[in-house]
């Protein structure tokens, strides 16, 4: 298969019509490059806030409410697009009012059939937690689909490796991180999380962020990153573990082909087994801590 992650900028809009020709046209470049699968990144939605008017979007607590209640047209057309160019789609996560709490930040997987399922995001950054309120959601899921087992780990969440473990526990092949950072250590700090799990859990990790600035928006004002699909540095794979990979901060698609056959194979009979090797760590963690 081919696997597709945005480098992807946020635009002020007029109206619902320019985004929607605007998602249009990136998941049409990226089905016309053979993408399978595409990943947008973390708190693309937030674009959406535009539609409020510059106020709202310049409101921490109504961008989330203006973005929150376009959900339904948001699915709406990943559904449309999904089933028009047969290609599974991970959506740009945003808020999303699941009662009458907080928000969670949420990213939606669509496919070929329609919706298949969404994933919240479970460590929330001191941003979410001290400025934003967002709340953090409730478990992981891998999702079975003709593609492979994929399972989500949403920028922060990247960066903890028991998540990630329990996705490949799980069964989960691919891994998907959209991301969204103001700085470019933010963006290392996930970039760096993302090849680590690939290499801890010999499996692909993509990695899709937001890029440039938008400072209508306060909550992503500053974006910094790269959009990449990483692969364990081992036998059959890049030796610095990087499929693919876009320009600092230019928007565009980095594009891989990935064959579970040789997730499959690198698990197996890799140079190294660290999937295999994993449950070994506890072991000699009861063996050989000691202070003094």
Known sequence: MKIAAAAYPLDFFADSTAYEAKITAWVADA?????DLLVF?????????????ADVAADLEGSLHEVARHWPMVDALFVRLAARH?????????????????????????????????????????????????????????FDTPLGAIGIVICYDSEFPLLARALAEAGAQILLAPSATETYAGYTRVKVGS???????????????????????????????????YGPPDRGWPEDGILAQTRLNVPGWAVAEVSLDAIAEVRRDGGVLNHAHWPEQAERLNLAVKRG
């Open 41 to 53: 990144p973390e708190y693309g939605a937030m674009e959406l806030a535009s539609l409020g008017g």
């Open 195 to 229: 090849m680590a799990r690939a290499l801890e859990n010999q499996c692909v990790v993509v990695h899709s962020p937001t890029i440039a600035p938008a400072p209508w928006c306060p909550a992503v004002d500053m974006n910094v990153g790269a959009a990449a699909i």
């Open 86 to 142: 047969g290609v599974h789609i991970l959506g740009p996560s945003g808020p999303f009012f699941d009662g009458p709490g907080r928000p969670v930040n949420r990213a939606v997987l669509y496919g070929p059939e329609g919706v298949i399922g969404h994933q919240d995001k479970q460590i929330m950054t001191r941003f979410e937690r001290e400025d934003w309120d967002v709340a953090a959601g409730a478990g992981l899921k891998v």
């Open 31 to 35: 089905a016309g490059q053979g993408a």
